[in-house]
């Protein structure tokens, strides 16, 4: 099971079936909640450092603390009182999809390598907004509004919510159903974690974390080396003077679309992929594809991460810190 927080020392002596429970309860925060939950307990942060990142004192986030505390207690609570398993405790959720909801975001967490890394790669994009996207994707809603464009793994990759919903197996999928075109330029960007069942091992995870970045303008003030241009200025940015090569490759929303490898010891590892949408993609977007050019780029997050920090297994990142 991915590790979900130890709230105090009690914890550490508590049952399978009691941090199960925790998972599920930690799915009933609000993002503020959680944010400060996985800072706090995956992270480390001392109760002053969130204090100023929140813009409190430290009383005030001593508070806010405890009422996480209290919250995910009485959760627990709950359900052990009215004799809930831990396995339907969320009942529109498997219990599998909640034990990976639960694990630690680390694109919150500054001094993990993954923290870091998306730090280094969102200062390339800085003038691209922000976007917050659902994890949770209704997969009959992409296929009847963009068909299956943007589906390209094999449906054996999906962790299935249900019969119509899906995790998000990339940040691709729910960007595109998510913004919108509304007659001024698209800069997007995004990152967080995605799921694809798998075995996991040194170099695979079921959770990992990706950064997206979308970008629709008119034709003549974006092509796609302009694009180009920034991925090869952050990957130098994360991984300064690694000989890296460029191949072209397939996705079925994308009219060209290219892949970047880093030379790693000899061995290239692919970090990335960027291309050009296609016109069908850019009208579901709001855009007119004679007048309008939608790039996008997906970055493996542990991946750049690994080379960079050189990690050998990806399974030790969660528990790495470049502090």
Not at 234 to 240: A, H, Q
Not at 280 to 302: K, M, Q, T
Not at 304 to 311: E, F, K, T, V
């Amino acid at each position: 099971m991915p590790e979900v927080p130890v709230l105090d020392e009690v914890e550490t002596q508590w049952s399978d079936a009691q941090r199960h429970r925790l998972a599920a309860a930690l799915l009933t925060l609000t993002p503020e909640e959680r944010l400060i939950c996985d800072r706090r307990y995956h992270g480390d942060w001392s109760t002053a450092r969130l204090a100023a990142a929140a813009g409190v004192d430290a009383a005030a986030m001593r508070k806010r603390l405890q009422r996480i505390r209290d919250k995910l207690r009485k959760e627990i609570e709950m359900t052990e009182q009215r004799g809930i398993r831990p396995e339907e405790m969320a009942p529109d959720l498997p219990a599998k999809v909640v034990e990976l909801l639960a694990s630690p975001r680390l694109t919150d967490l500054p001094e993990n390598p993954v923290g870091r890394t998306r730090d280094l790669l969102r200062a390339v994009y800085g003038e691209f907004v922000e976007q917050t996207l659902p994890e949770v994707v209704d997969l009959t809603e992409a296929r009847t509004s963009i068909a299956n464009d943007a589906l390209y793994v094999d449906a054996t990759e999906l962790h299935r919510v249900d019969e119509g919903r899906i995790l998000r197996y990339d940040l691709t999928l729910p960007l595109l159903l998510t913004v919108r075109f509304e007659g001024r330029p698209l800069r997007i960007w995004a990152a967080g974690k995605a799921y694809r069942v798998c075995q996991e091992d040194a170099t695979h995870l079921e959770a990992f974390h990706q950064a997206e970045v979308l970008w629709l303008d008119e034709r003549e003030r974006i092509d796609p080396w302009q694009l180009t241009a920034r991925v090869l200025q952050s990957v130098d940015r994360v991984l300064p003077h690694r000989t890296v090569k460029i191949v072209p490759t397939e996705y079925p929303m994308c009219s060209q679309a290219w892949e970047l490898e880093v030379d790693d010891n000899g061995r290239w590892s692919e970090v990335l992929a960027w291309g050009v949408f296609t016109d069908r993609i850019v009208a579901h977007l709001g855009g007119d594809p004679s007048r309008h050019v939608a790039v996008g780029a997906g970055y493996g997050l542990e991946r750049l991460a690994m080379l960079r920090y050189a990690i050998d297994d990806i399974r030790k990142i969660d528990v790495a810190s470049v502090a």
